[in-house]
C-alpha cells in the first residue's frame, strides 16, 4: 500500500519570502516522489521527482523539494515566493514496481503581494 | 514536445447521450491514463494504458468505456451518465518505466444534466 499526506489544506506567503509546502509518504520499499502543480481550470504540471540520489531536488520554476527518508517527508520549498505561484499543489508517491500515482489531498498556495 | 491534447475543452451531455473524449500525445509515451478529478480534490485513476492494452481498471462503471486506438490517442467514450459523473477529466502519458514523470493534458470539463 501506498498513501502520501499533505497536512496543510492552505498556505499563505508573502511574496519574496520563502515557502514550504509539506508532504510525507508512506510507502513498501523504495519510493518514486513527485510534485505537481494545478492553476485554475487547467491540467497538472509536473514540477518535480526524486527517485533516487541526491536528496536534493531542483525542478521547474526555482522549486526544488528535499528527500528525507527518515522522516518520510518530500517538502516543496522555494526561496523566494512570486503571486504567479498562487496554485495548487499535489505530492504524489508511486510504489517501485506499481503502476498507479497516488495523491495527497493538495495543499492550495496563496503568495500575497 | 511535452504537450498532451484533450478535445472537447468542455461538454454538457445529458444523460441519454453518448459522446467521447479524446487524447492525443506525440511525446513516443507508451502509457497512457484517464482520471476523473473533482474541483479542489486530486485526481482519481480510472484508466491505465500500457503499450496500448489496457492494464488497469479502477473500477469504474460501464457507462465510461475506453479505447486506445493507437499508441498516440486515447478515447474515453462516455454513455448514459449521472450528474454524480460531472467533473474534469485529465488525460496523462509517461514513458514505460514507473520512476517517469505523467505529463497532463488541459483536461476535459464534463457537466452532465
Known amino acids: 500500500a501506498q498513501s502520501v499526506a499533505q497536512p496543510e489544506d492552505q498556505v499563505n506567503v508573502a511574496e519574496g519570502n520563502p515557502l514550504t509546502v509539506k508532504c510525507t509518504y508512506s510507502v513498501s520499499g523504495n519510493p518514486y516522489l513527485f510534485w505537481y502543480v494545478q492553476y485554475p481550470n487547467r491540467g497538472l504540471q509536473f514540477l518535480l521527482k526524486?527517485?533516487?540520489?541526491?536528496?536534493l531536488v531542483k525542478g521547474s520554476y526555482g522549486f526544488e523539494a528535499e528527500f528525507n527518508k527518515s522522516q518520510t517527508s518530500f517538502h516543496l520549498k522555494k526561496p523566494s515566493a512570486l503571486v504567479s505561484d498562487s496554485a495548487l499543489y499535489f505530492c504524489?508517491?508511486?510504489?517501485?514496481?506499481?503502476?498507479?500515482?497516488?495523491f495527497g489531498s493538495g495543499t492550495q498556495l496563496t503568495v500575497l503581494p | 514536445d511535452t504537450e498532451v491534447t484533450q478535445t472537447p475543452k468542455h461538454l454538457v451531455m445529458g444523460m441519454t447521450n453518448k459522446k467521447s473524449l479524446k487524447c492525443e500525445q506525440h511525446?513516443?509515451?507508451?502509457?497512457m491514463y484517464w482520471y476523473k478529478q473533482k474541483a479542489k480534490k486530486p485526481p482519481e485513476l480510472m484508466f491505465v494504458?500500457?503499450?496500448?492494452?489496457?492494464?488497469i481498471n479502477e473500477s469504474v462503471p460501464s457507462r465510461f468505456s475506453p479505447e486506445c486506438p493507437n499508441s498516440s490517442l486515447l478515447n474515453l467514450h462516455l454513455h448514459a451518465l449521472q450528474p454524480e459523473d460531472s467533473a474534469l477529466y485529465l488525460c496523462?502519458?509517461?514513458?514505460?518505466?514507473?520512476?517517469?514523470?505523467?505529463?497532463f493534458g488541459p483536461g476535459t470539463r464534463l457537466t452532465v444534466t
Open positions: 526524486y527517485i533516487t540520489g541526491d536528496n
Open positions: 504524489a508517491v508511486r510504489r517501485g514496481s506499481a503502476r498507479q500515482l497516488t
Open positions: 494504458y500500457s503499450y496500448e492494452k489496457l492494464s
Open positions: 511525446m513516443g509515451h507508451r502509457a
Open positions: 496523462a502519458s509517461s514513458q514505460r518505466g514507473t520512476g517517469d514523470e505523467q505529463y
